[in-house]
């Protein structure tokens, strides 16, 4: 324990602790049933308000190391930082509703993409998407609660582990019983507090510090590209690969999905735009600690950039704004590791039992309830264990991100192409990620031939991200037109200069090699696959129904997949 | 100085109206619930 970074007293923070957890768990309590539905328990009967889905969407999105990272953006790359973190992350939610509108309309009542994935294919789609889902919301779980033991052990005497345990403790106590519901209703009480948190600790800080003034007095701290809003460093660094990653991030959460299946279906898209706009404000304006921080010629602990927030937080705010700050972070990291461990509750339940083990006309909601809490504790478990050994999260996450990206045109053609089949997708995702491997990874030399042929799928990348946004929009023919016309545009720019961003190419290899593979494998296929089916098939387990006894072994029911009747 | 102080602070006041608008639609919607006898969630 460094002294010099003890900012609260052990008593204080337990009593901080104890104030959000038990709140948090008071609130979880007045909802909650001696009979949960299985059904309640993941999606919560798929008509939650604007309010609360609002409110639960912004809250999961923000996450304690987008806030981290926004700051470090801008204390790295200037003014335009933040922009090029939070703008494009915003950008997630609001490029996804208008699959979102089409996916509900599709599966009403579905609980999983991988669930629909199940119906529309089989299992080894489902299984794909279901596995990304899985190490990618456990990773963001390890994450939350690395950021809470830092923090924890950075304002008190307390040390990591025992931060890391207080966290997780708290995250489990209050969404084990309820699940997704009490996920989403606590939700906006963290929302509101980390709203209201930052609407008053950025401009505080911002006069504490000396602003106005100190931007003419700390200029000189600043690089030419630092202080030019329209830096190509950070749009290349930076933005470029997030917008690569608009649709994956969208497309491969679960969180995200849960809450698409939750919502009313007539507020998705206020849900959705409200949330992008939370969002983006949020962050960015966090982001702007680190533009701060940079003009003050702030240098963060042990050259840390994930030390900025706390460290400017711990210098110019009082004691009452210090601990209000402490909320704001830890109901971030609790909002979305409450979701992680709701999502992961839904793919055990759902993906796993429901439909795998059991079969849907079979799975008794009891299991499915045991199943869904089992879950959360041995989620809890194995990130609380990843967490102490402290693993290194950001290569976890971009091999998980490729994954989502290799599986982004695989998943979104499946609901609108009735000719894709299981095989299309199961080889084109396996396929993309051979290819983006050995580029992210630099496995092989970016000279030469393979250079330009990695250029050029990345170039059809480009316009492949970009037509998929605008088909989400506008339909096939402007997609089309503005997919092909960004292909052309790039290219003359991109073709011997991608080779030198491995991060960026590589996610648009993976986009290109699993749409071109997909394509071709679906288009002379004489599949034309029924959509009534998925809303038939992916439905409520929980109807009040006693479930349907034996079943002889290798009999067709009616959980039977789409493959299967091929 | 201006255009900057104005660049910084702007997104906590567009974070403080969306904190109203969620707020109010919280509300408005545990109203209504309540005058229905539902539950909220």
Same mark, same amino acid.
């Given at each position: 324990?460094?002294?010099?970074?003890?900012?609260?007293?052990?008593?204080?923070?337990?009593?901080?602790?104890?104030?959000?957890?038990?709140?948090? /768990?008071?609130?979880?309590?007045?909802?909650?049933?001696?009979?949960?539905?299985?059904?309640?328990?993941?999606?919560?009967?798929?008509?939650?308000?604007?309010?609360?889905?609002?409110?639960?969407?912004?809250?999961?999105? +923000?996450?304690?190391?987008?806030?981290?990272?926004?700051?470090?953006?801008?204390?790295?790359?200037?003014?335009?930082?933040? +922009?090029?973190?939070?703008?494009?992350?915003?950008?997630?939610?609001?490029?996804?509703?208008?699959?979102?509108?089409?996916?509900?309309?599709?599966?009403?009542?579905?609980?999983?993409?991988?669930?629909?994935? $199940?119906?529309?294919?089989?299992?080894?789609?489902?299984?794909?998407?279901?596995?990304?889902?899985?190490?990618?919301?456990?990773?963001?779980?390890?994450?939350?609660?690395?950021?809470?033991?830092?923090?924890?052990?950075?304002? *008190?005497?307390?040390?990591?582990?025992?931060?890391?345990?207080?966290?997780?403790?708290?995250?489990?106590?209050? #969404?084990?019983?309820?699940?997704?519901?009490?996920?989403?209703?606590?939700?906006?009480?963290?929302?509101?507090?980390?709203?209201?948190?930052?609407?008053?600790?950025?401009?505080?800080?911002?006069?504490?510090?000396?602003?106005?003034?100190?931007?003419?007095?700390?200029?000189?701290?600043?690089?030419?590209?630092?202080?030019?809003? /329209?830096?190509?460093?950070?749009?290349?660094?930076?933005?470029?690969?997030?917008?690569? &990653?608009?649709?994956?991030?969208?497309?491969?959460?679960?969180?995200?999905?849960?809450?698409? /299946? &939750?919502?009313?279906?007539?507020?998705? %898209?206020? =849900?959705?735009? #409200?949330? =992008? +706009?939370?969002?983006?404000?949020?962050?960015?304006?966090?982001?702007?600690?680190?533009? @701060?921080?940079? $003009?003050?010629?702030?240098?963060?602990?042990?050259?840390?950039?994930?030390?900025?927030?706390?460290?400017?937080?711990?210098?110019?705010?009082?004691?009452?704004?210090?601990?209000?700050?402490?909320?704001?972070?830890?109901?971030?990291? *609790?909002?979305?590791?409450?979701?992680?461990?709701?999502?992961?509750?839904?793919?055990?339940?759902?993906?796993?039992?429901?439909?795998?083990?059991?079969?849907?006309?079979?799975?008794?909601?009891?299991?499915?309830?045991?199943?869904?809490?089992?879950?959360?504790?041995?989620?809890?478990? @194995?990130?609380?264990?990843?967490?102490?050994?402290?693993?290194?999260?950001?290569?976890?996450?971009?091999?998980?991100?490729?994954?989502?990206?290799?599986?982004?045109?695989?998943?979104?053609?499946?609901?609108?192409? %009735?000719?894709?089949?299981?095989?299309?997708?199961?080889?084109?995702?396996?396929? &993309?990620?051979?290819?983006?491997?050995?580029?992210?990874?630099? @496995?092989?030399?970016?000279?030469?031939?393979?250079?330009?042929?990695?250029?050029? @799928?990345?170039?059809?990348?480009?316009?492949?991200?970009?037509?998929?946004?605008?088909?989400?929009?506008?339909?096939?023919?402007?997609?089309?037109?503005?997919?092909?016309?960004?292909?052309?545009?790039?290219?003359? /720019?991109?073709?011997?200069?991608?080779?030198?961003?491995?991060?960026?190419?590589?996610?648009?290899?993976?986009?290109?090699?699993?749409?071109?593979?997909? $394509?071709?494998?679906?288009?002379?296929? #004489?599949?034309?696959?029924?959509? &009534?089916?998925?809303?038939?098939?992916?439905?409520?387990?929980?109807?009040?129904?006693?479930?349907?006894?034996?079943?002889?072994?290798?009999?067709?029911?009616?959980?039977? #997949?789409?493959?299967?009747?091929? | 100085?201006?255009?900057?102080?104005?660049?910084?602070?702007?997104?906590?006041?567009?974070?403080?109206?969306?904190?109203?608008?969620?707020?109010?639609?919280?509300?408005?919607?545990?109203?209504?619930?309540?005058?229905?006898?539902?539950?909220?969630?």
């Amino acid at each position: 324990m460094n002294p010099e970074a003890v900012g609260f007293s052990a008593l204080t923070i337990v009593l901080l602790l104890v104030l959000f957890y038990g709140g948090t /768990f008071f609130v979880s309590t007045r909802i909650g049933k001696k009979n949960e539905n299985a059904d309640g328990y993941m999606t919560a009967g798929n008509k939650i308000g604007f309010g609360i889905s609002a409110a639960s969407m912004t809250a999961t999105w +923000i996450w304690a190391s987008s806030m981290y990272a926004s700051a470090s953006s801008g204390y790295t790359y200037g003014i335009s930082g933040p +922009i090029h973190y939070g703008l494009w992350g915003a950008l997630m939610i609001l490029f996804i509703y208008p699959f979102g509108k089409r996916i509900r309309k599709v599966a009403p009542k579905a609980h999983t993409l991988a669930e629909v994935m $199940y119906v529309r294919h089989g299992r080894s789609s489902q299984l794909m998407l279901a596995g990304s889902n899985v190490v990618g919301s456990v990773i963001s779980l390890m994450s939350n609660f690395i950021a809470g033991g830092v923090l924890i052990s950075m304002l *008190s005497p307390f040390n990591f582990i025992q931060g890391v345990f207080a966290v997780a403790g708290g995250v489990l106590l209050y #969404t084990l019983w309820s699940g997704f519901r009490a996920s989403v209703l606590t939700d906006f009480m963290q929302v509101i507090a980390m709203l209201g948190a930052v609407a008053i600790i950025v401009p505080f800080i911002f006069f504490a510090a000396g602003f106005p003034a100190a931007f003419e007095t700390g200029a000189a701290n600043l690089t030419a590209q630092q202080s030019n809003f /329209f830096s190509s460093e950070a749009f290349l660094n930076q933005g470029a690969p997030y917008i690569a &990653a608009v649709l994956a991030y969208a497309i491969g959460n679960q969180t995200i999905a849960q809450r698409l /299946f &939750a919502v009313r279906e007539d507020l998705i %898209k206020p =849900t959705f735009i #409200t949330a =992008t +706009i939370g969002y983006g404000a949020m962050v960015i304006g966090v982001g702007m600690l680190g533009v @701060l921080a940079l $003009y003050l010629g702030f240098t963060p602990t042990g050259g840390d950039l994930n030390n900025i927030i706390p460290e400017m937080a711990a210098s110019y705010l009082p004691g009452i704004l210090l601990a209000l700050f402490f909320i704001m972070i830890i109901g971030a990291l *609790s909002s979305t590791a409450d979701s992680d461990l709701s999502a992961l509750s839904s793919i055990m339940m759902a993906d796993i039992y429901g439909q795998n083990i059991a079969g849907k006309k079979k799975a008794n909601p009891k299991t499915m309830l045991l199943v869904g809490r089992l879950t959360m504790v041995a989620a809890t478990a @194995l990130a609380v264990a990843l967490a102490s050994m402290q693993m290194n999260i950001l290569d976890l996450l971009v091999f998980v991100g490729a994954l989502w990206g290799a599986l982004v045109f695989p998943v979104l053609a499946s609901f609108y192409w %009735k000719k894709v089949t299981n095989k299309a997708f199961t080889v084109s995702v396996i396929a &993309a990620l051979a290819v983006f491997i050995p580029v992210r990874f630099d @496995l092989i030399p970016m000279t030469g031939i393979t250079a330009v042929l990695i250029e050029l @799928l990345a170039i059809l990348g480009i316009g492949i991200v970009l037509g998929l946004m605008a088909f989400g929009f506008f339909g096939l023919r402007p997609a089309m037109v503005i997919g092909i016309g960004a292909s052309v545009v790039a290219a003359p /720019f991109c073709f011997g200069f991608l080779r030198d961003y491995t991060t960026l190419s590589a996610s648009l290899v993976a986009y290109s090699v699993s749409t071109i593979i997909c $394509y071709l494998m679906s288009f002379r296929s #004489t599949q034309n696959f029924d959509f &009534a089916v998925i809303a038939e098939r992916a439905g409520d387990f929980d109807t009040g129904e006693q479930p349907v006894a034996a079943v002889p072994a290798g009999s067709r029911n009616s959980t039977r #997949t789409a493959q299967e009747r091929e | 100085m201006l255009a900057l102080s104005l660049y910084v602070l702007i997104w906590p006041v567009i974070v403080a109206v969306v904190a109203i608008v969620i707020s109010k639609a919280f509300i408005s919607e545990a109203r209504e619930a309540k005058r229905r006898g539902e539950d909220l969630i």
